[in-house]
């Protein structure tokens, strides 16, 4: 049985070890497993989608029926564990973390090997770098077919490119993100007077807060990287969209249609985190309220005591491993921001691991409440968790200095 240390008990070094014993039972699982699972919305690549007919409706009903199930069903539908894009951007980002930190050489050629892998797996059809789902995806936004890339995907894989441009050193890898960027300017845009919001995806215009934000920070880091005028200003005008419809307290609805009306915790990490690289790539600090708030409702409403994270600002259940994944991520992130966040990612991380990592290594998809779902996720868990965990290391064996942004009482004052 793995041993469970209280965080409160948790030395430095003790939560060190916790967490190098945690990613290397990870990674031993990810690679047993040829660096395949499944995908909480794969649920459209079953036999039984030729009953859906193509109709909309039904093909949500699949979909839902197999992504709120508290088994997994997949096997017995005929959905074979596959290799996720988003998946092995992931992995390349925390095997690029892992390689930076201790300077092994294996770490940079499993990264290398889930780059390449991604290289040679983009979406077809279109002159640039971008990926999306390898199954069709149905939601209440419509359909979108299986290989049809999404800015959200392409955004964070370009990050782990630009993340191993920077530990490598390899022009290759800043080709493809200068590459990315020149899809993503390809996008429809909403365009209004208060910023403009890039699509979520090439087809038609689709507004999301989350989307939209990860693809201005793209911009922004690659941007700089290699210099384009065209990409910065974008940007800009996407971040002013999205800083310009925060709530007043500080949190962001996933979009601004009625139908999107909710505040959720992953979603609200991305559009942190993106805020934040868009800052540090930028230099402009024209969103430095928009941040501290975001993360001062980020802090108060997605965190219990204990160190669970709850899934909406108002409602833990489901406990879900993409909200544990993004909350270590986005507080490791703003390690360097504000003087709680590298002990609470930390709190966050000891629980998950102790209540969502079986003892094969992989982490279970989420808790119900009176059931748990363990169906190992290539992306949805396994990847996030491991570049999560790694980041998180890697702050705590070389952390930031605090305080780069005032505090939300400071700006209230006006000092």
Sequence with gaps: MTQRIPFTEATPSAMKDKLTRSLQRLSGWVEAHDYKAYDPGDGNSSFLHALTFNNLLLERLLQQAVYRAPVNLRPWIGIRPHTSTKGMGYLAWGYTRLGALTGEARYRQRAEVCLRWLMENRSPGY?????????????RAGKIPALQPTIVWSSLI?????AAHEAFADPKYLEVAS????????LPRERTTSGHCLSYVAYEQS????????????LAVAGNMAPNSEATRCAREAMLYSCSRQNADGSWFYGEDPKYHWIDNFHTGYNLDSLKRYRDSSGDHAFDENIVRGFAYFKRHFFEPSGRPRYYHNQAYPIDIQCAAQAIDTLSFFANEDDEALAL???????????MQAEDGHFYYRDLGWAVNKTPMLHWG??????ALAHLLANMERPGQPGRIPSEAALASGV
């Design 382 to 387: 396994q990847g996030t968790m491991f570049k």
């Design 158 to 162: 370009g990050q782990a490119f630009v």
């Design 127 to 139: 002159a640039d770098y971008c990926w999306g789902n390898h199954f069709p995806f149905s939601s």
């Design 345 to 355: 990612a930390q709190k966050v991380a000891a629980w998950t691991i102790d209540h």
């Design 207 to 218: 507004s999301i807060h989350n989307s939209n934000m990860l693809g201005a920070a793209m």
């Design 179 to 186: 590459s990315i960027c020149k899809w993503i300017l390809t």
